[in-house]
């Protein structure tokens, strides 16, 4: 998702600063307007596609948990 909207930043950027070079602001300005329009029918026609995220699956124990007092680095193991 960051990927996709840091393209569009850069797309938009280049398209609206080209359009600004050629045209003036306000035709720049209704680019950006325009790309927020499409974007948001997209997002809107795709709604119902989207899917809630599923439950996490249960944790599995991978072994018997050491306490605080049993086995460890000794002295001897340390090093």
Do not use: K, W, Y
């Not at 950027?13 to 070079?21: L, M």
């Not at 035709?27 to 596609?49: D, E, I, K, M, Q």
């Amino acid at each position: 998702m960051q990927t996709a909207g840091q393209l569009g930043i850069a797309a938009g950027s280049a398209t609206s600063g080209a359009v600004n070079d050629h045209l003036g602001n306000t035709p720049a300005f209704l680019v950006v307007c325009g790309a927020l329009a499409v974007a948001l029918t997209v997002a809107l026609s795709r709604r119902r596609t989207l899917r809630l995220p599923s439950a996490p699956p249960p944790a599995e124990t991978v072994g018997p948990a050491v306490t605080a007092g049993g086995r460890g680095f000794g002295r001897d193991d340390a090093g």
